[in-house]
């Protein structure tokens, strides 16, 4: 992350495994943009969006045939597995 005073943050978060999933940038976009807009720094605001989405992709939804879409109720509905689009088990 750069900011304007030409300060860099390496940020680190794991990586979810197993193809893509549709609408990641938009989501992630739009987290750090929440998280501005309640008056966070954007280093904070980046930080809680990546761990946001690294979250939602971690716990898949299974609808329809293709790409995955992105799981924004993950810390809403307690679930913790499902199936990847492309059929592999997530624990």
Request: with cysteine; proline share 3%; charged share 15%.
């Amino acid at each position: 992350m750069a900011e304007g005073d030409a300060r860099c943050v390496w940020l680190e978060q794991e990586r979810i495994a197993g193809g893509g999933a549709h609408g990641t940038g938009c989501a992630l976009s739009t987290a750090i943009a929440c998280g501005l807009a309640c008056g966070h720094a954007l280093e904070r605001s980046v930080r809680d969006a990546k761990a946001y989405l690294t979250g939602a992709l971690a716990h898949p939804i299974s609808v329809g045939h293709g790409t995955a879409p992105v799981n924004h109720l993950w810390r809403c509905t307690g679930r913790t597995g499902g199936q990847r689009a492309e059929g592999q088990p997530v624990a």
